[in-house]
């Protein structure tokens, strides 16, 4: 993607609930606000001191507090509110159209020219994968997050807004909370950091039973080299079907050749003198085709737009928008 | 004509930059970690951060002692790691452990002159102390009243003082590491880590 400097991926044990999608999004978010130097502290405790701040003020309501503090404690209390209402609409968002792919956060003074750009491609959803909690999922995505220093920079940035763009499958007309920007373009300029999530989920094999052009054994089959006669072409029909009233669709389904071997593409001319009844020698497995993979295979973030072409989705834009403050 | 001041380090200045580190590194792992309550906590601008520093006086005068001894061991350059343990109160059980290693320069002495300025070492600090407080994202929390202790690794021939004992290493059983950043003053090398009891 142009632009983009950085890339980092990183692999759940399982699939995500759209939930858990929507909640890592917020604590990325959370992450990022203190990694970038927009807010003093981490968010949780930046509540917890702002918290207790209002609890003196309460019990000492003579003791006026600094006039700096007070536009601090104020600033503080701004973020606050505006976060929480961002992080509400996040899960708003996830919960109208769980099939959210993408979520993008700016940080500039406007969504179209950010000094940096967070891309967050989450996993897509599977209901046959084994859910993992968000406790587990965001211990183990922080753990490799914080180790390895993805969301820090040296470079310097001082205090600007934050916007958060989520892209939906056009389907979704609409997402509370968040406004449609038809023409949004995730921004080449600027820092640019990819963050590619992805899930250990089984996907299952689909029914392409190509094999590959080489010899295969059918067990049960004694070897034998003759041509075809009759009776022996009537023993082979039983063999590759097993009722005969499924023949008519055998006759559509299989082509035995001796050049070919093909289990799939019917010939519409199933001819059985051309069958061929010298069993081959053992050969190589059936070849899965690439869109099979096995049990426990990743679910690969492919590089396009959410999985989807551009035109199959859509960008929304959160109304909220932080603006970061330093002490 | 302007004059240029080259900054240096020397022996005892790295030592107190080193000192001065564990001081806000332990207070930020205390609050943090909320082995003390946040109320006894108070801010401190310092490395470019809003670090919280403890009010609580017995706190204050325990870590005076020790980070005190600490620099002298760091002037002597013989000490050889700090760590920070965090005991669960009611079965003495080590369920986090901040080890930072420390490598001293043998060859350094009081006329060494080291060409690194303070800013440089305290912009590597800054990185290290950020990476302490975000790792609040990922370790387990601490449900169970915890105390804390902190153990000094020294060479054989230091002097201890009478009121330190020898300890155990105060290893966590099942535990899983994470290496976190280094910083250096070229006397004094740090590299921290965090050790905890792995979770089902």
């Known amino acids: 993607m142009a632009g983009c400097s950085k890339q980092f991926e990183f692999v759940f044990d399982g699939g995500l609930q759209s939930s858990t999608r929507a909640l890592l999004v917020n604590e990325v978010i959370k992450h990022l606000l203190y990694e970038r130097n927009q807010i003093p502290l981490q968010f949780d405790f930046l509540r917890q001191q702002l918290a207790l701040a209002e609890t003196d003020n309460a019990q000492q309501p003579s003791t006026k507090p600094l006039s700096s503090q007070s536009q601090v404690d104020r600033k503080a209390k701004s973020v606050i509110s505006n976060l929480d209402n961002m992080f509400e609409n996040i899960i708003k968002a996830f919960e109208t159209c769980p099939e959210i792919q993408k979520a993008v956060v700016l940080l500039g003074s406007t969504p179209a020219t950010p000094k940096e750009s967070y891309i967050i491609n989450l996993p897509h959803l599977c209901p046959e994968a084994d859910n993992i909690s968000l406790k587990s999922s965001k211990q183990a995505l922080f753990q490799h997050l914080v180790a390895e220093q993805v969301l820090s920079s040296d470079l310097p940035l001082g205090p600007t807004n934050l916007y958060v763009v989520l892209c939906a499958p056009r389907t979704a007309s609409h997402l509370p909370g968040f406004i449609p920007k038809a023409s949004f373009k995730v921004p080449s300029r600027g820092h640019c950091l990819t963050l590619n999530m992805l899930c250990r989920q089984p996907t299952f094999a689909c029914q392409d039973l190509t094999f590959e052009d080489t010899e295969v054994e059918i067990s049960g089959i004694e070897p034998l080299s003759l041509e075809c006669s009759s009776l022996d072409a009537t023993v082979a029909y039983h063999v590759m079907s097993p009722s005969p009233e499924k023949r008519a669709r055998l006759q559509s389904q299989f082509h035995l050749d001796k050049r070919k071997r093909h289990l799939s593409n019917p010939d519409k001319d199933f001819d059985l003198t051309k069958i061929h009844f010298s069993t081959p020698l053992i050969g190589s497995t059936p070849k899965i085709s690439a869109s099979n993979q096995p049990l426990g295979s990743l679910d690969l973030y492919n590089g396009t737009n959410c999985g989807q072409s551009h035109s199959q989705s859509v960008w929304f834009q959160c109304s909220t928008v932080v603006k970061g403050y330093r002490v | ?200």
């Not at chain 2, 001041?5 to 005892?12: F, G, H, N, P, W």
């Open chain 2, 1 to 200: 004509m302007a004059s240029t001041v080259k900054q240096c380090i020397t022996l005892k200045g790295s030592a107190a930059i080193v000192a001065e580190f564990f001081n806000y590194g332990i207070n930020s792992i205390l609050y943090q970690r909320g082995i003390y309550p946040p109320e006894t906590f108070t801010h401190q601008q310092q490395y470019g951060l809003t670090l919280l520093v403890t009010t609580n006086d017995e706190l204050l005068k325990y870590l005076k002692a020790v980070i005190g001894q600490v620099k002298d061991w760091l002037n002597e350059l013989i000490v050889q790691k700090l760590v920070l343990v965090i005991k669960r109160v009611d079965t003495n059980e080590v369920v986090e452990r901040w080890q930072f290693d420390i490598q001293c320069d043998k060859t350094a002495n009081e006329t060494t002159k080291r060409d690194k300025t303070e800013k440089e070492v305290k912009e590597e600090i800054k990185s290290i102390i950020r990476q302490i407080t975000a790792t609040v994202t990922f370790l387990p929390l601490l449900e169970a009243v915890c105390s804390f202790d902190i153990l000094i690794y020294t060479d054989k021939d230091a002097e201890v003082p009478t009121n330190w004992g020898e300890s155990g290493p105060h290893f966590i059983a099942n535990s899983e590491e994470v290496r976190l950043r280094s910083f250096t003053t070229t006397i004094h090398k740090v590299d921290a880590m965090v050790a905890f009891k792995k979770t089902d």
